[in-house]
């Protein structure tokens, strides 16, 4: 069973659409997170739900709105996409926020804006 | 000048050596510090979770803290070919699960 799951694998769009990125977690945690990791692997926090409540938006663009319709799903959903948008999207969950609780990744959204 | 600084390699070693991989970090208050291995497509699984300063030793891995230098490491003996993948290292505050990563060494173990 995969713990954290998301979808789709690969995505490749043109400049100017909207796209999302679903995620679940099967693991019982409260605790979600979208991160972007860019071409030179260097991996960045984008938002952080915890019971379904925002609690970090980083210096993130207006087009990028993160939805937790539950504690088990995360969703990312990115407007009129740009180049600059390319990189591949991590979601991760942890048992809860302020504790000693590590992050579990999915494999990776691998998206390709052209 | 980034918080946690990790050279990205690639570093290349023969089966069985001991490999050192090591970052620096510039934020005094960060307390718990981690080391990711990333296979090519797919996402950080975490490897080691350490506290604080000290070392801890889990199999062939080995991480080290040194936080008066503001340095940790990550050593694996005997290195294997299955080795071969990226080492992320990443550290968080106290209080909080926002962790702040390094850029990751490329590590190749060959056979």
């Known amino acids: 069973d995969t713990a954290v799951s998301q979808t789709p694998k690969y995505l490749v769009t043109q400049m100017g659409n909207d796209k999302s990125i679903k995620c679940e977690q099967n693991l019982g945690h409260d605790t979600m997170y979208w991160y972007k990791q860019d071409s030179k692997k260097f991996l960045k926090i984008m938002f952080s739900y915890n019971n379904k409540e925002l609690i970090i938006n980083e210096t993130v663009p207006n087009r990028f709105s993160p939805k937790s319709p539950d504690k088990a799903h995360l969703n990312l959903h990115i407007n009129s996409l740009e180049l600059g948008d390319s990189a591949v999207y991590f979601c991760?969950?942890?048992?809860?926020?302020?504790?000693?609780?590590?992050?579990?990744f999915g494999n990776g959204t691998r998206l390709t804006v052209t | 000048q980034k918080e946690v600084e990790q050279d990205p390699g690639p570093l290349s070693v023969p089966e069985g050596a001991i490999v050192s991989l090591n970052c620096t970090y510039s934020n005094s208050a960060f307390q718990y510090f981690m080391w990711y291995r990333q296979y090519s497509r797919k996402g950080p699984e975490l490897l080691m979770y350490?506290?604080?300063?000290g070392n801890k030793e889990d199999g062939r891995f080995t991480a080290q803290v040194d936080k008066s230098s503001k340095y940790i490491s990550l050593f694996i003996r005997d290195s294997q070919p299955s080795d071969s993948a990226t080492y992320l290292c990443a550290m968080r505050l106290e209080y909080g699960n926002k962790l702040v990563f390094g850029a990751g060494t490329i590590l190749r173990v060959k056979s």
């Open positions: 991760a969950s942890s048992q809860d926020w302020g504790n000693n609780s590590p992050l579990h």
């Open positions: 350490t506290y604080s300063s």
